[in-house]
């Protein structure tokens, strides 16, 4: 069965620095890959999106993701965080050769941007 | 995508009672997927649901708690029986684009605490 896991639980970092959060998953045929935000008290909001061609994805709010199949990574970067990208952030992958296959999430880190 | 209408948003409900949750997505979908959020965690999926058959529960999730509804392909139900205070959770419905390729939906929660 795929699973998901997110190296960080918790990532503190100062306004204007990168961040790098990390995702891994397990090996499989081939996957459809996703970050999700979650802020405080909301739900969620797709960031980006993996499904095929260029392996470096760009989503919303600055953020970018790299598909890296040999290490089964995918990496969301963002190269200067503001306050207000602190939230939760979740990597997800589903299986790409089950048309509407279940969606599964790693543990989720933690991004806090501190002043 | 998708849109996807759930309800309750929220409730409080005594210990050994049940709640159902209603899922209403404004196009035909295959698959529903029913998640749990415990406080501070991630996402666990519960369970598929697939219309005109009977539901596919994860490991640790069993039918008699949390019995689930497809009667067509649009709505979906889970109830929560026998409710106590671990059950206290945010629960998610959502679905797939056409084979995952315009990501998940995800429905705005139920936030659900027994008391």
């Known amino acids: 069965a795929q699973s998901v896991t997110q190296l960080d639980s918790q990532v503190p970092v100062f306004e204007e620095a990168p961040v790098e959060l990390r995702c891994n998953y397990s090996?499989?045929?081939?996957?459809?890959l996703f970050w999700y935000v979650q802020y405080p008290n909301q739900g969620l909001q797709l960031l980006l999106k993996?499904?095929?061609?260029?392996?470096l994805v760009k989503g919303i709010n600055g953020f970018e993701a790299e598909f890296n199949k040999s290490q089964t990574s995918f990496h969301l970067r963002k190269p200067s965080v503001h306050i207000s990208d602190t939230a939760e952030y979740f990597c997800?992958?589903?299986?790409?050769?089950?048309?509407?296959?279940?969606?599964?999430f790693g543990q989720g880190t933690e991004l806090s941007v501190k002043p | 995508s998708a849109v996807i209408s759930q309800k309750p948003s929220r409730d409080i409900c005594q210990r050994g009672t049940s709640l159902t949750i209603q899922c209403q997505v404004d196009?035909?979908?295959?698959?529903m997927f029913w998640y749990r959020q415990q406080p501070g965690q991630s996402l666990t999926l519960i369970a598929t649901?697939?219309?005109?058959?009977?539901?596919?529960?994860e490991s640790g999730f069993v039918i008699d708690k949390f019995p689930i509804s497809r009667p067509n392909l649009t709505f979906s139900t889970l109830t929560v029986s026998n409710m106590s205070p671990e059950d206290s959770s945010i629960y998610l419905c959502?679905?797939?684009?056409?084979?995952?390729?315009?990501?998940?939906?995800f429905g705005s929660g139920t936030r659900l605490t027994v008391v």
């Open positions: 993996y499904l095929s061609g260029s392996t």
């Open positions: 090996s499989s045929v081939s996957v459809y």
């Open positions: 196009s035909q979908v295959t698959m």
């Open positions: 649901a697939n219309q005109g058959s009977e539901a596919t529960y």
């Open positions: 997800a992958v589903s299986d790409r050769y089950i048309s509407g296959g279940k969606l599964i």
């Open positions: 959502s679905v797939a684009g056409r084979g995952a390729l315009g990501g998940y939906t």
